[in-house]
């Protein structure tokens, strides 16, 4: 069984940063591209970022590109999402899954809260 924990979210002010992580169980990680996802108030949950098995080709959401950079690493079992330059629309709950996300692995995931 799989179990997602996502941290490191919080309040910023636009323009800031911020580093979440995803910390994973079970044997099959390196198998699975993981992601990023968030939901915003009112809003459906939608992708953010992916990457591959290896590490390697990682795609991004237009809304995101050039701000956020999503890694991965298998021997930890983490993946991390470096945000920089926030804005108020980054404001979500932020999800990591595998890509295509299973539905059983949503995690609580982690408050972003960008102020003007």
């Known amino acids: 069984q799989v179990q997602l924990v996502e941290s490191g979210g919080g309040l910023v002010q636009a323009g800031g940063s911020l580093r979440l992580s995803c910390a994973a169980s079970?044997?099959?990680?390196?198998?699975?591209?993981m992601g990023w996802f968030r939901q915003a108030p009112g809003k459906e949950r939608e992708f953010v970022a992916r990457?591959?098995?290896?590490?390697?080709?990682?795609y991004y959401a237009d809304s995101v590109k050039g701000r956020f950079t999503i890694s991965r690493d298998n021997a930890k079992k983490m993946v991390y999402l470096q945000m920089n330059s926030l804005k108020p629309d980054d404001t979500a709950v932020y999800y990591c899954?595998?890509?295509?996300?299973?539905?059983?692995?949503w995690g609580q995931g982690t408050q972003v809260t960008v102020s003007s």
């Open positions: 990457i591959s098995r290896s590490g390697g080709s990682p």
């Open positions: 079970g044997r099959t990680f390196s198998s699975y591209t």
């Open positions: 899954n595998n890509v295509p996300p299973n539905r059983d692995y």
